[in-house]
């Protein structure tokens, strides 16, 4: 939490489609606009693909 009115959060993401598998590292960042908390940034960082 960076203030009342700003957040942050980080994950890895793991990530599986079709012929697809992939894995970021992800951070959101955050604002409460009107009362409610919207993701105003996201920033991802691939990690690597796990295969195809």
């Known amino acids: 939490m960076r ?3 700003v957040a942050v959060t980080t ?3 793991d990530y599986t ?3 697809l598998r992939d894995t970021s590292d992800k951070v959101l ?3 409460k606009i009107d009362g409610q908390w919207k993701i105003v940034r996201e ?3 691939t990690v690597g693909p ?3």
């Open 3 to 5: 203030g009342k009115e």
């Open 11 to 13: 994950f890895r993401q």
């Open 17 to 19: 489609a079709e012929g």
């Open 29 to 31: 960042e955050w604002k």
């Open 43 to 45: 920033v991802a960082r």
């Open 50 to 52: 796990r295969g195809q």
